[in-house]
């Protein structure tokens, strides 16, 4: 298994009630190691292009307004296998169907508000690291 690194956003749902500290502690017990991390605002502008993927969803305006509700943290997990590792731990979409042990299943508010983002592919973690971090931010 190769060590690999993966894009997390701790979403505004979580961030507003306090919950970073208790969701970086699900990466770490894990195995995950946070290797860069910035709490930030997001603008329209930018939670659109980062979520250009979904724009024909019924669900993309929603998931824009909601992604810049409030601050998030970006971060960028590194491990052996972490992109389907931390799929794994965040659990399934929408917090209903996520087991038990997962972050949203423990966290989340609804499908939406599920309180975490994770890279889906290795190559979309590339790409999703790069639009948030300079190489230099990143100190494994
Ligand atoms: P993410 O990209 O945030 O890691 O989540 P995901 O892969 O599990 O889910 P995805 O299908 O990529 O959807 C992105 C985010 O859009 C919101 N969503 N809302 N209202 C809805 O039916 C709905 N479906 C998805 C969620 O915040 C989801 O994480
Ligand atoms: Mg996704």
Redesign the pocket.
């Known amino acids: 298994m190769a060590v690999e690194r993966t894009l997390s956003?701790i979403?505004p749902d979580a961030t507003r009630r306090n919950l970073t500290g208790k969701i970086n502690a699900v990466f770490e017990d894990a195995g995950l190691r946070i290797v860069a991390q910035k709490r930030i605002q997001l603008t329209p502008a930018t939670a659109g292009a980062f979520?250009e993927?979904?724009k024909e969803?019924?669900?993309y305006n929603?998931?824009v307004s909601?992604m810049v509700s409030g601050p998030v943290v970006v971060q960028v997990l590194q491990g052996e296998n972490a992109v389907a590792k931390n799929?794994e731990v965040?659990g399934?979409?929408?917090p209903k169907k996520a087991e038990a042990h997962t972050i949203r299943a423990q966290f989340a508010e609804?499908?939406?508000?599920?309180s975490?983002?994770?890279?889906?592919s290795l190559e979309n973690a590339k790409n999703e690291i790069a639009f948030f971090f300079a190489g230099t931010e990143i100190l494994p």
């Not at 609804?110 to 599920?114: G, H, L």
């Open positions: 956003i979403k979520y993927v979904h969803r019924p669900f929603d998931l909601f799929r965040m399934a979409t929408d609804s499908i939406e508000a599920n975490v983002h994770g890279s889906d």
